[in-house]
C-alpha cells in the first residue's frame, strides 16, 4: 500500500510558476515508478510527465515539454513538479500516481497502482 500527498497548487497568473510536490509514504520509494496526470473541468484526466525510479528515465506530454520538469528525491520519498511559464491551458486538477511493479513508466492511467487525491492548479489569463 502506497498512500501519496499531493502539494503546492494554487492560483497564479499566465506565465508563473509553481512547484508541485508528491510525498509517498509506504513501500520503497526508490523502487516506485512515479507520473503526474492532470485533470480540467469537463474533461478527461491526461498524462503530464513521469519519471523512472531511479530518475534516469522522464517524459513529458508534447502540450508541457520545454515548460515543465519533473525530478524526485529519493531520501525523502518525494517527487516534483516545476511548472514554469504557466498557461491557462494548465489549469486542472494535478494528480500523482505511483507504479510499484517494476514495469517502468507511462502515459496510460491503467499503467499505475496507486493515486493521491490531486491538488487544484488555476492559472488566470
Known amino acids: 500500500q502506497v498512500e501519496l500527498v499531493e502539494s503546492g497548487g494554487g492560483l497564479v497568473q499566465a506565465g508563473d510558476s509553481l512547484r508541485l510536490a508528491c510525498a509517498a509514504a509506504g513501500g520503497t520509494f526508490s523502487s516506485i515508478n512515479m507520473g503526474w496526470f492532470r485533470q480540467a473541468l469537463g474533461k478527461e484526466r491526461e498524462f503530464v510527465s513521469s519519471i523512472s525510479r531511479d530518475g534516469i528515465w522522464t517524459d513529458y506530454a508534447d502540450s508541457v515539454k520545454g515548460r515543465f520538469t519533473v525530478s524526485r528525491d529519493n531520501a525523502k520519498a518525494l517527487v516534483y513538479l516545476q511548472m514554469n511559464n504557466l498557461k491557462p491551458e494548465d489549469t486542472a486538477v494535478y494528480y500523482c500516481?505511483?507504479?510499484?511493479?517494476?514495469?517502468?513508466?507511462?502515459?496510460?492511467?491503467?499503467?499505475?497502482?496507486?493515486w493521491g487525491q490531486g491538488t487544484q492548479v488555476t492559472v488566470s489569463s
Open positions: 500516481a505511483a507504479e510499484v511493479n517494476g514495469r517502468g513508466i507511462w502515459r496510460t492511467e491503467d499503467g499505475y497502482d496507486y
